[in-house]
């Protein structure tokens, strides 16, 4: 991945690899924020919720459960269940990370995501840096995305006050999480946790408490750790 | 629209803000203390998006309005955005023709 031509530092390389991902991100980050506004946030707090829970799926799937009036302990839950995938991030990054400060550990962990990851693990695969190079270049591929994040969800809040419903602007959230679903759809097991869970999902529509995606969830990811080993 | 409150709101955004920042940082805090993750919570791990999402999405499409039925609008632009999702891995062709199929049913109905 070393690049060619003009010395780039880390922090821009990071910056530069990461750009192709962004295109997809905008459109994302722009559901994100009408998503807020849509389920009855104020702007401040439509704002706020970037930079506060920085999370994409996750977000998206608070402001949809908090339109729907859930339960505060199943819209905490489910944030986390669909981050929690982001400790399998931490366990590959550790070993490139050892020997940072804290305050470093501390900011770069709140900045981890699904695509500064990605691109992260594929350098630090290929290119032998130091570790200030390596924290540097990992930085610039988050700080890309998140700036990303930032700006698309804002203008998605500013456009969000202003359609009318009956553009059904609230139907893209769906769309974007099929969007997400495909590419999450990699092997025998995650084909089988996917069809599980929405089979499950369906059925558990009126289980109290939104509860049904989260029981839907668990039964999936049961279904395809039992049945999916290759 | 929530009728949650608002500083509730806030609450939730605070917890779920710290709970993903905690999940970020607990192997690379706990590294040299935690020697390496089982096979078995790694695999299930790496279930979660496909599971989670696919939850997300079936019912927004086949109780579009309410109550099961795979008549709607919404369930025929959502078939063929996901042809579309599976065959492109794109967001912004997903989107597109997912909302450019319900407008189009929308404004023949």
């Known amino acids: 991945m070393k690049q060619h031509s003009s010395p780039r530092t880390p922090f821009a390389a990071g910056f530069f690899d990461i750009t192709p991902i962004l295109i997809g991100v905008f459109p994302f980050g722009l559901i994100a924020g009408i998503a807020a506004i849509e389920a009855g946030l104020d702007s401040v707090q439509a704002y706020a919720a970037s930079p506060i829970v920085f999370a994409g799926a996750a977000q998206l799937a608070m402001m949809d459960l908090l339109g729907r009036d859930a339960t505060p302990i199943v819209i905490v839950a489910t944030v986390l269940v669909i981050n929690s995938r982001m400790a399998m991030y931490s366990a590959a990054l550790a070993p490139s990370f050892r020997g940072l400060g804290p305050i470093?550990?501390?900011?770069?962990?709140?900045?981890?995501?699904?695509?500064?990851?990605?691109?992260?693990?594929?350098r630090f695969d290929r290119v032998a840096e130091s570790l200030p190079d390596r924290f540097a270049y990992f930085m610039g591929a988050s700080m890309g995305l998140w700036g990303t994040w930032q700006i698309s969800t804002i203008l998605g809040v500013v456009v969000g006050t202003g359609v009318p419903d009956e553009w059904s602007l609230d139907f893209a959230i769906p769309l974007v999480f099929m969007a997400l679903l495909f590419p999450a759809i990699k092997d025998r097991g995650s084909t089988i946790a996917a069809i599980t869970a929405a089979i499950a999902a369906v059925a558990f529509v009126s289980l109290p408490l939104n509860l049904g995606l989260l029981a839907a969830s668990g039964i999936g990811i049961t279904a395809g750790a039992i049945w999916g080993r290759t | 629209m929530t009728t949650h409150s608002s500083t509730l709101i806030w609450v939730l955004m605070g917890v779920a803000g710290l709970g993903t920042w905690l999940i970020r940082l607990s192997f690379i805090a706990l590294l040299g203390r935690v020697a390496t993750i089982p096979d078995l919570v790694m695999r299930i791990l790496g279930l979660i998006p496909a599971a989670v999402l696919a939850a997300i999405v079936a019912p927004s499409l086949t109780h579009a309005a309410?109550?099961?039925?795979?008549?709607?609008?919404?369930?025929?632009?959502g078939a063929i955005a996901a042809v579309v999702a599976w065959r492109t891995k794109n967001v912004l062709a997903t989107i597109g023709s997912g909302m450019g199929v319900l407008w189009l049913l929308q404004a023949l109905s």
Request: without cysteine; glycine residues 10%; charged residues 20%.
């Open chain 1, 104 to 122: 470093r550990k501390a900011y770069g962990a709140f900045v981890i995501t699904d695509q500064s990851f990605a691109v992260s693990i594929v």
């Open chain 2, 66 to 77: 309410g109550t099961f039925d795979l008549g709607t609008e919404r369930f025929m632009a």
